[in-house]
């Protein structure tokens, strides 16, 4: 324990840890005193007034929102005088105008009238079982042909012998008390 004591010494008494007289870079401000509000004196509100202030917060506000207008577009103030409202919508008296407006409001009711017809699909009624036999022996005739082309391209195909490979290994022994491999 003696050298590790001498050593920490050494270590804690080395020249980077000693203090110089006055370190140019560093230096503190002086403390000012504890600055302490107007209403520190004062009393805490009680709830009752707390719930009172935040009501009548919330009626000052319904009354701004009732107080600011309704629609957020300008409105001339002559035409509000005279009692009419901001414009419904413009109408333009240009001959291409209104001949494309036209045209437009004919593909809207020709389509309309597209969608409303009934669709012509084939009326499907059920077979009977006659013809569901019918059916089903031509299937079976079509399947049978598909089958025998399918058999007679595999025949064509050259066979792939495919060989089974066998691993020989010499086998190791291993007696019981051991567990090392006998000559």
Not at 30 to 46: G, H, L, M, Q, W
Request: negative net charge.
């Amino acid at each position: 324990m003696g050298e590790d004591a001498k050593f920490d010494e050494e270590f804690w008494n080395a020249e980077m840890f000693k203090e110089e007289g006055e370190d140019e870079l560093y230096f503190t401000e002086s403390e000012s005193e504890d600055e302490v509000d107007e209403d520190f004196d004062a009393p805490e509100p009680t709830e009752a007034e707390v719930a009172a202030a935040a009501v009548t917060d919330e009626k000052e506000a319904l009354e701004v929102e009732k107080k600011k207008p309704q629609t957020k577009r300008y409105v001339d103030p002559e035409r509000q005088k005279q009692g009419e409202g901001p414009p419904k919508s413009r109408k333009s008296s240009r001959s291409l105008t209104v001949k494309k407006m036209q045209e437009g409001k004919q593909r809207r009711i020709e389509e309309q009238e597209r969608r409303k017809r009934p669709s012509l699909k084939a009326e499907t009624r059920a077979l009977t079982q006659e013809e569901v036999l019918s059916e089903a022996k031509e299937t079976e005739k079509i399947n049978l042909a598909l089958l025998e082309e399918m058999l007679k391209l595999e025949a064509k195909q050259k066979p792939v012998i495919r060989k089974q490979r066998v691993y020989v290994w010499p086998p190791h022994y291993i007696t019981l008390g051991t567990l090392r491999p006998c000559p």
